[in-house]
């Protein structure tokens, strides 16, 4: 993003702050006069076939419109919103997360378009800023109707893996509405993905280092009987026969429980100059 670092000085004063909390007082809005006028949510969505039409405020009501009709979910989802979204823009300041608010509602509305007959939703706008934050603060944990402790990585990684699910099965609008709300995620963040993809690739091949150096080691202990080395069980505890002819270790399992192994006896000279015996 070095362009907006260029720019920030530039924009700063035209940047809108606490960009979170105004969301979720105009969704809270709509969430209440829905109540007594179901029918508003269904003109606040954005259908842009209804916008080549003229109604063209359904390119910003959109955003207004609530994540749910139940209120204890549609207030769990603004907590965690409000919580996540005043994270971001602390630690962006709030061009940068207007900037990033803004390339996800750019790139739903461009998109929606392909299928102008089809609503499109700001459900992924939002969960774009679910993914900047467990990126940012992956061992941060949410408390889940505050009560269930969950580390936000693993709630990002079950959000990956239901995007992969709905772009395989979903048709295309739903897989471009997909890529479109993490465009601005992928924009902000490639580096730092790049880097943990690179990172894990060296430990990989670090480990597979390891590995081979320690199977490259030559074994100073082994078990006569079932072959296993201190290699192979490194806390294992190896003894020596003292029964058997010559240096044969055991493990401990096998040590009192083998087969001494003996040397033939050498010939006599006795034996050696006896002639053998005709048929």
């Known amino acids: 993003m070095k362009l907006l670092s260029k720019l920030e000085r530039t924009l700063a004063p ?15 809005l709509v969430y209440f006069l829905a109540t007594s006028r179901p029918a508003i949510l269904i003109q606040a969505l954005l259908v842009p076939e209804l916008v080549l039409e ?4 359904r ?21 965690m919103f409000y919580l996540m979204g005043t994270a971001l823009e602390s630690q962006w300041g709030a061009l940068r997360y207007n900037a990033f608010l803004l390339l996800g509602y750019v790139a739903t509305v461009a998109v929606s378009f392909v299928s102008p007959d089809s609503p499109s939703t700001n459900a992924f706008i939002e969960a774009s800023v679910f993914l900047a934050f467990a990126t940012m603060y992956p061992e941060f944990v949410f408390y ?6 969950v580390k936000v990585k693993w709630l990002a990684a079950l959000q990956v893996l239901g995007y992969i699910y709905l772009f395989a ?14 465009a601005n995620y992928l924009l902000f963040f490639w580096r730092d993905i790049v880097g943990r993809v690179r990172s894990g690739q060296r430990h990989m091949a670090a480990q597979v280092g390891r590995t081979t150096k320690t199977q490259t080691k030559q074994a100073f202990h082994r078990c006569t009987v079932c072959g296993i080395t201190n290699l192979t069980h490194p806390d294992m505890d190896f003894r020596y026969c003292t029964q058997c002819d010559g240096c044969y270790g055991y493990c401990t399992e096998h040590v009192r429980n083998h087969e001494h192994i003996k040397k033939p006896a050498a010939p006599t000279d006795d034996a050696m100059a006896k002639p053998p015996s005709g048929p």
């Open 14 to 28: 035209y940047a809108v702050p606490n960009l979170t909390l105004g969301l979720i007082m105009v969704q809270g």
């Open 54 to 57: 003229g109604q063209l405020w």
């Open 59 to 79: 390119l910003v009501t959109f955003v207004a419109v609530p994540p749910t009709t139940n209120l204890l979910f549609a207030f769990f989802f603004w907590y």
């Open 144 to 149: 889940i109707f505050f009560v269930v402790p």
């Open 169 to 182: 099965v979903g048709d295309w609008q739903i897989r471009l509405l997909l890529l479109a709300s993490i």
